[in-house]
C-alpha cells in the first residue's frame, strides 16, 4: 500500500522561511520522480519542483532562486525548503510520486504522478 504523508506546513509571515516534509511508504522510493505541487483556491495545479531518481531537480518559475528540493533515500523522506516566502505563495502543497525514474520537461504535468499525499497547508501573510 503506497502512502505519502505531507508535514511542515503552518503560517509565516513574507519573507520566512518553511521546509514541508514527505514520508514515503509502499514503494522503491529512490527510484521514482518527486515532486511538489501546490494549489491555491480558484488557481490551477502548479508544479512547484521536481527531483528525478538520480537527483537531478528542476522547478517551477515563481519558486526559482527561492526554493530547494532535496530527498534523503535512507529516510524515504523528500523535503521542500522554501525562503523568501511570498503571499502569493500561500497553498495546499502537495507531494507526489510518478511510477517513472525520469519525467523531463513533462515534470510539471499532474498527470504523471500516480500517487499523492493528501496535502499540507502554508500560509504566508
Request: overall charge positive.
Given at each position: 500500500h503506497v502512502q505519502l504523508v505531507e508535514s511542515g506546513g503552518g503560517s509565516v509571515q513574507a519573507g520566512g522561511s518553511l521546509r514541508l516534509s514527505c514520508t514515503a511508504s509502499g514503494f522503491i522510493y529512490s527510484t521514482t520522480c518527486m515532486a511538489w505541487f501546490r494549489q491555491a483556491p480558484g488557481k490551477e495545479h502548479e508544479g512547484v519542483a521536481v527531483i528525478d531518481s538520480a537527483g537531478s531537480t528542476n522547478f517551477g518559475?515563481?519558486?526559482?532562486?527561492?526554493?530547494?528540493?532535496?530527498?534523503?533515500?535512507?529516510?524515504?523522506?523528500?523535503?521542500?525548503?522554501?525562503?523568501?516566502?511570498?503571499?502569493?505563495?500561500?497553498?495546499?502543497?502537495?507531494?507526489?510520486?510518478?511510477?517513472y525514474p525520469y519525467l523531463g520537461m513533462g515534470w510539471s504535468d499532474s498527470f504523471e504522478y500516480t500517487y499523492w499525499g493528501q496535502g499540507t497547508q502554508v500560509t504566508v501573510s
Open positions: 518559475d515563481s519558486v526559482k532562486g527561492r526554493f530547494t528540493i532535496s530527498k534523503d533515500n535512507a529516510k524515504n523522506t523528500l523535503y521542500l525548503q522554501m525562503n523568501s516566502l511570498k503571499p502569493e505563495d500561500s497553498a495546499m502543497y502537495y507531494c507526489a510520486s510518478s511510477t
